[in-house]
Structure formats: structure tokens, C-alpha cells
């Protein structure tokens, strides 16, 4: 007998992404699953009375996407801060904040969020001087799109001790003035964190600033609100077209709230990864915590079992590792979180755990580091399918390319990254490469053409979350110099590495990331047809419906 559908999607442009069956018209879904691919008259058997029926109206429909390194639980929180994205220039600050600062007169400190470094110009860096004439009299803190750099008023300072500096662990900085007091540039997280808790944002950020857990454990109160912000970014995601979140941060408590909101409901409208975050104060020992995670947390709606690293910072502040000096700071390197014999036993211990490690890496010699630690583990627990990764790659050098394919390292990058794509200035970050390190940066193309496994992400909320400003991002990328390799992917490619290699990223590729029968029910309408988009138009397009697990999460 044939099975009814709960739900028959018609009238669509169904591109799949599997190569057996591309493309198709038409998908059924019942019971969670995709029980049918094909054409409109095909799939009229497995409607029923019941049968919702949802007229794509010659839109796309894909496989649901994949979000593949972001934050959740921050990037939720954050929703309800000041935006300066786009704002250039110190009249444009000005009114932006004053105007924000007046609606929020009773909150003990105002946040903002992506400040560009050069939002005075190129030649200005924000200092504790600036946010004074703007606003004085309330604390205030700006912070980079990247989130690893901050900028703070002389009133935020006070307010948590810090205008005279602080002696932070490796890697972190209060930028000192020649007066001997704070310019008001935080770099890194121990730098920036005491403002965080003092605005009441910390309980957001714990699973990117210490990993660990609420002390004191949050109030009934606190855990509605809590509830209540892990609602409100889920909802983000699913109105994207998301369906599954890799979450880059993580503890016990985001996995609470998580489980808390799938035990009401029976599901969720995003299946979610939450990793275990290992910071460099941590002992071995603590990976113990990681595997616990694993073994509590194990289904298609919510698991753990990646452990989240990071070894260094970013190139705009200074902060990522290189192989030879910063361009524009002859000298330096850069310091990393870790040491390369300290990760190292990171990742051989995680990887005897069967653990699968996510690594922050942005600098040649971070991501070197990295895969020195994943080549020692393997030499000393054998090799396995790890799946081992590296998130961001923003230059690497030209003697670790093989190296991905060669130890199945998985290359996890965001096409709204690169300066001169999805708005982001080329300034500072081009000339802190440097021309010669020009040609390895960003590379998707070069590591992909090498053999390693590509997957996209926006690494939200330090780009914007929608998949489909990545995938234009990756289509239209753009050479710095005419001599620089091509790194631009097809939109079929962008897809993939959305969707197909998003899904090998979390072991769930023989059920998620294809419309495939007996696949799951992950699937996204959009509002057009994205092969007949202009490349520099794919933004313009929007989900219309989110299906995740065969239930509907997202309707415009």
C-alpha cells in the first residue's frame, strides 16, 4: 500500500544534490522523511486527505542549510544591541548611538555591535576619546564584527577597574596609551569579558569565554528569559532557510535550554550541535566533561561530541599566528592561545576519546600549529575517520595545503569574510596580510582543487546568518590582485558545501544534506529561482518555507 504524505511540495525547481537524481519537480514527506522524489504526476499517489500540499511556484527548493560554525546562543542575545553595521565615520557613530542611548537610559551598560575597524577611516583607531565626546555619562562598549576586539568608554572602564589596564593571559590585551592609561581597545576575550558580565551578557557568551557554566545557576526567572533568547534564535535561523546549526561555542547549559525547548515542543525548528569549548587554563582531564556531553546528548535534534578550540585571534587586531611577520608590524607573529606542543596534547587526547576537534585558526602559522596537533594524533592513536577541523583558514602556507587532504581535515570557511566581499572593507586586514600572502588567503578554491573537504558557514553573528548572502559572497569573490588565483565557487558548489559537505562535517551525510528518499525532512522553498538569478542578485532571494523534520519551522 502506498504511504500518504503529510506534507507534497509541487511546482517547484527541486535541485537535490544528488547526482543520481539532480533535479526534480516535486517531494514528498511523511513522517519525517522524504518518501518520494520526482515529478508532480509522480508523486500524486502519495497524496491523501490529510496531504498539505505547498505550491512552490516555480521557486528552488533545496535541501535545508546547513549553518556550519556560528553562534546561537549569543548571536540570539545580541539581536536587541545597537547595529552598526554600514555606519561609517564619527557623525554616523554619533547619532547611531545617542539615538540608541536614549531609548536604554536604565541599562547599567550599552552594547554595540559591528564596529569596523576602520569606521573613522583608515588612518583613525577608535579610542576611549571618541566614545567620551559621543557618550559620556553611560558605560559603553563597542565590539569589531569578528567579536574579538572591543572599544570602551573611559565610563565602562572605571566601571570595571580596567582604565589603568590588567594582566591578562596570552594572546589577550588592554591596549595601553603612552599616559599610561587604556586607549579603550580590548583585544580578545579575557580583555573585554568583565564589561560583558558587568551589562549582564555573560551567561550569553560563557560558552565562548570560559566554557563553563552559570555560577550562580540562573533563577527561574533568568531561565524563562533564557528560554526566551534561545527561542528567538532559533526562529532567526529557521526564517533563513536553516535547518541545521554546527554551534562554534558551547557548555551544559546551552544544551539544557536546548533539550528544555525540544522536550516541550517534541522537536526542534533547527537540529543543533553544541560543542564542548576547551580553553587553554583547562587541564586534560576536562575533556572528560566532552565526552560526557557526547554520550547524554546523541540524536538528530540535538548532540554534542566536538570539542571546540581556539588557538589564536584574528589578523585585524594583531592577534592571529603567522609564519613569517605582519606585513604592517615588522616583528610580529602574533601570540597564540595555545603552544603548539600544549595543543598538541589537546588533540591527541581528544581524538583517543573519538572526539572530533573544531579548531579557530586564522593565521598561517595557527592553522600549521593545528594540523601538527591532528598529525601527532594520528601518529599516536592511529588513524581513524576523524573528521578533525580547522574554522576560518584566512591565509595558510603553501606547504600545509596538501596537508588537509592527506590527514582528512575538514576545512570549514565563510564566504562574507574576505575583505571587498559581502561589504566587509579591504582595510586594515589586505595590508596586514601583506602582497605576498595574498595568493593563500581565503583560499577555498586552492584547498578544495587540493583535495580537502569545503564547508561554508557565516560564523553569525560576526557576518549576517543568511545563506544565501554566503553563497553570493562565494560566487562573485573577487581577486585582490589580476596575479591572484580565481577562489570564487559555482553556485552549485556553494550549495554543496552548505548542504553535502555540511552534513559529512557531522557524520549524518547517508541522511541529511540531499533531497534523497529516506532522507531527512530538511527541505527550504525560496521565493525565486536561484540558477536564474544574476550571481549578484542571490542575495535578494528569501526563504519562503522551512521544513525541518517534516514539520514546518519557517512560513512567510
Sequence with gaps: MTQTADIIITNARVLTL?????????????????????????????????????????????????????????????????????????????????????TRSGEKVLFAQGADYTILGDADRLTRHHLD??????????????????????????LVGMLHGATLGPGNEVVMDEDGLATGELREMEAFTPLQAAGGFDRYRLGLATGGEPDPYP???????????????????????????????????????????EKEDGCLPCRVVIPFHFKNFMSLDML?????????????????????????GVLDSWTAVMVEPYADKPGDCGEGLFTPESFKAVAVEADRRGLQVAVHAIGDGAVRAVLDGYQAAREINGARDSRHRIE???VVHPDDIPRFSELGVIASMQPPHPPGCAGVPLEPTVSRIGRNRWPLSYAWRTLKNAGARICFASDWPVSPIDPL?????????????????????SIGEALYAYCVEGAYAEFKEDRKGRI??????????????????????????????TICGGRISFSS
Design 133 to 158: 565626546a559621543i557618550l559620556a555619562h553611560q558605560p559603553l562598549v563597542l565590539f569589531a564584527p569578528d567579536h574579538h576586539t572591543a572599544w570602551a568608554n573611559t565610563a565602562a572602564l572605571d
Design 392 to 394: 576560518h583558514i584566512e
Design 516 to 545: 534523497k528518499s529516506g532522507y531527512l525532512a530538511d527541505i527550504v522553498i525560496l521565493n525565486g529561482d536561484i540558477e536564474a538569478v544574476p550571481a549578484d542578485e542571490l542575495s535578494t532571494l528569501k526563504a519562503v518555507t
Design 219 to 261: 533563577t527561574e526567572a533568568e531561565w524563562a528569559q533564557d528560554i526566551a533568547v534561545m527561542r528567538r534564535g532559533l526562529a532567526y535561523c529557521a526564517s533563513h532557510g536553516i535547518t541545521t546549526i554546527q554551534n562554534m561555542d558551547g557548555n551544559l547549559y546551552q544544551l539544557q535550554l536546548l533539550a528544555a525547548i
Design 18 to 102: 544528488d547526482e543520481n537524481n539532480p533535479t526534480a519537480e516535486a517531494v514528498a514527506l511523511a513522517g519525517g522523511r522524504i518518501i518520494a522524489v520526482g515529478s508532480s504526476a509522480e508523486l500524486q499517489q502519495f497524496s491523501g486527505p490529510e496531504t498539505q500540499v505547498l505550491d512552490a511556484a516555480g521557486g528552488t527548493v533545496l535541501p535545508g542549510f546547513s549553518e556550519n560554525h556560528m553562534h546561537l546562543f549569543s548571536g540570539a542575545a545580541e539581536l536587541v544591541h545597537l547595529q552598526l553595521a554600514g555606519v561609517s565615520g564619527l557623525a554616523a557613530l554619533t547619532e547611531a548611538v545617542q539615538a540608541y542611548a536614549e
Design 469 to 489: 548572502v554566503g553563497i553570493e559572497a562565494a560566487v562573485t569573490r573577487k581577486r585582490w590582485a589580476d596575479s591572484d588565483p580565481d577562489q570564487s565557487f
Design 288 to 312: 572528560e566533561k566532552a565526552s560526557d556531553l557526547a554520550r547524554r546528548y546523541d540524536s538528530d535534534w540535538l548532540s554534542s561530541g566536538v570539542v571546540k578550540v581556539f588557538y589564536d
